[in-house]
């Protein structure tokens, strides 16, 4: 190449190298100044930036999510309703959620601030819990509320009620359960309640976009009990212990294999695991799908 051609290329490389050496210093006066931004902004305030950004993220819109992360309330029913968890097609509407153990309601009533629901079946067999959830949804046309639990077959149990009603259980509790939750463990009484399967209770035609099952260790026999409408459910949400909190329930491992192995959903997503104290994992919420 001649002493020509040398200088040109010269000429064209000094700019190029000029511009992305003033590119990689405005990159890095750009990340001082987020830097200098965050430390300067007070803590609430980017905690508030940080929840933006998740409400934006779970399809929130841009002008209600800046409401939202100022809003304890809001910001309790993001965690609480999974939404962030679920499949981006069933975060503004489902036209069918069923609700399995739904204790209070606190579940189906975060959901619903950010998806419409339009119709939803409701199961809870503790009368304390039902009442209030009887309460909370008394006038929603679109709610079935059901007295019972959900099982394999039809039955009578007891239901053990414990002094956190959300910890209640057909099953009686392990030692973990115990251990990590030592008052609101405690079994304050038995009542009798009644179990139907979910088959017999949803017809042919029953399409479900998502069951939620939080039913304390008796998530195997909700199981048994559905597997028509499993076969007609897109999406699946529920509670799987990481230790055994009652005794005879499915762990983590051998739930993850039935709903994979035996039923045929794909694993999606899963909450970050509430712990104990010591840190370790207890459980989570795990949601699958039929693709």
Same mark, same amino acid.
């Given at each position: 190449?001649? @002493?020509?051609?040398?200088?040109?290329?010269?000429?064209?490389?000094? *700019?190029?190298?000029?511009?992305?050496?003033?590119?990689?210093?405005?990159?890095?006066?750009?990340?001082?100044?987020?830097?200098?931004?965050?430390?300067?902004?007070?803590?609430?305030?980017?905690?508030?930036?940080?929840?933006?950004?998740?409400? @934006?993220?779970?399809?929130?819109? *841009?002008?209600?999510?800046?409401?939202?992360?100022?809003?304890?309330?809001?910001?309790?029913?993001?965690?609480?309703?999974?939404?962030?968890?679920?499949? *981006?097609?069933?975060?503004?509407?489902?036209?069918?959620?069923?609700?399995?153990?739904?204790?209070?309601?606190?579940?189906?009533?975060?959901?619903?601030?950010?998806?419409?629901?339009?119709?939803?079946?409701?199961?809870? *067999?503790? /009368?304390?819990?039902?009442?209030?959830?009887?309460?909370?949804?008394?006038?929603?046309?679109?709610?079935?509320?059901?007295?019972?639990?959900?099982?394999?077959?039809?039955?009578?149990?007891?239901?053990?009620?414990?002094?956190?009603?959300?910890?209640?259980?057909?099953?009686? /509790?392990?030692?973990?359960?115990?251990?990590?939750?030592?008052?609101?463990?405690?079994?304050?009484?038995?009542? /009798?309640?009644?179990?139907?399967?979910?088959?017999?209770?949803?017809?042919?035609?029953?399409?479900?976009?998502?069951?939620?099952?939080?039913?304390?260790?008796?998530?195997?026999?909700?199981?048994?009990?559905?597997?028509?409408?499993?076969?007609?459910?897109?999406?699946?949400?529920?509670?799987?212990?990481?230790?055994?909190?009652?005794?005879?329930?499915?762990?983590?491992?051998?739930?993850?294999?039935?709903?994979?192995?035996?039923?045929?959903?794909?694993?999606?997503?899963?909450?970050? /695991?509430?712990?104990?104290?010591?840190?370790?994992?207890?459980?989570?919420?795990?949601?699958?799908?039929?693709?």
């Amino acid at each position: 190449m001649g @002493e020509a051609a040398h200088g040109a290329l010269a000429r064209i490389d000094k *700019p190029v190298d000029d511009l992305l050496a003033a590119r990689a210093g405005l990159s890095d006066i750009t990340m001082r100044l987020s830097s200098l931004i965050k430390h300067a902004l007070p803590s609430a305030a980017v905690k508030a930036l940080d929840w933006r950004k998740r409400f @934006e993220a779970a399809g929130v819109p *841009p002008a209600q999510s800046i409401a939202y992360s100022l809003s304890r309330a809001a910001r309790a029913d993001l965690s609480n309703s999974r939404i962030e968890q679920l499949p *981006p097609e069933l975060r503004r509407r489902i036209p069918l959620a069923v609700d399995a153990g739904a204790n209070r309601g606190q579940w189906l009533s975060a959901l619903r601030r950010f998806a419409r629901i339009d119709r939803a079946e409701v199961f809870e *067999p503790n /009368p304390e819990a039902f009442n209030a959830l009887s309460a909370m949804f008394a006038t929603d046309e679109g709610i079935r509320l059901h007295e019972c639990a959900l099982g394999a077959a039809p039955a009578r149990m007891a239901l053990n009620v414990t002094a956190s009603s959300d910890l209640a259980s057909l099953l009686n /509790p392990a030692h973990a359960l115990r251990a990590n939750y030592p008052g609101g463990s405690r079994i304050t009484g038995s009542l /009798p309640v009644q179990v139907v399967r979910l088959d017999d209770v949803l017809g042919e035609d029953d399409h479900v976009d998502l069951l939620k099952i939080d039913v304390q260790g008796f998530e195997k026999n909700v199981l048994d009990g559905a597997r028509r409408t499993l076969a007609r459910t897109r999406a699946i949400i529920i509670e799987m212990n990481f230790v055994r909190h009652y005794e005879g329930e499915l762990s983590f491992g051998p739930l993850y294999d039935r709903l994979i192995d035996e039923l045929d959903f794909e694993f999606w997503d899963i909450s970050p /695991p509430h712990r104990n104290t010591d840190g370790r994992a207890l459980w989570a919420d795990a949601v699958f799908v039929r693709v």
